[in-house]
Nanobody, 115 residues
Framework: VQLQASGGGLVQPGGSLRLSCAAS????????LAWYRQPPGKQRELVAAISSGTSANYGDSVKGRFTISRDNAKNTVYLQMDSLKPEDTALYYC??????????WGHGTQVTVSS
């Protein structure tokens, strides 16, 4: 499984961004898709995850502001980020877990929230 993330950039506080991550390869085996992030100088943390049945869960710091969704026909997961704050600045990583519990990571995409 290969993951290609896109959509990062620079945005002002209160603004919005939408990240996309397209999966290729043995996509039929993917169970969970998720986004993690790693702020400067900090550990990687879960942002949001969504199962094949579209059940989603979110990190406490993004609940009510971010929305994860997936398009199984396109093998793509999205992260809609609204009401962005400077503390959302991080390198965002796409993550996939297969039914056999293999884990794959995409390259990070930088999100910077600054005025």
């Amino acid at each position: 499984v290969q993951l290609q993330a896109s959509g990062g950039g620079l945005v002002q506080p209160g603004g919005s961004l939408r990240l996309s991550c397209a999966a290729s390869g043995y996509t039929y085996s993917i169970n969970v898709l998720a986004w993690y992030r790693q702020p400067p100088g900090k550990q990687r943390e879960l942002v949001a995850a969504i199962s094949s049945g579209t059940s989603a869960n979110y990190g406490d710091s993004v609940k009510g502001r971010f929305t994860i969704s997936r398009d199984n026909a396109k093998n793509t997961v999205y992260l809609q980020m609204d009401s962005l704050k400077p503390e959302d600045t991080a390198l965002y990583y796409c993550y996939a877990r297969t039914s056999s519990t293999n884990i794959y990571w995409g390259h990070g995409t930088q999100v910077t929230v600054s005025s």
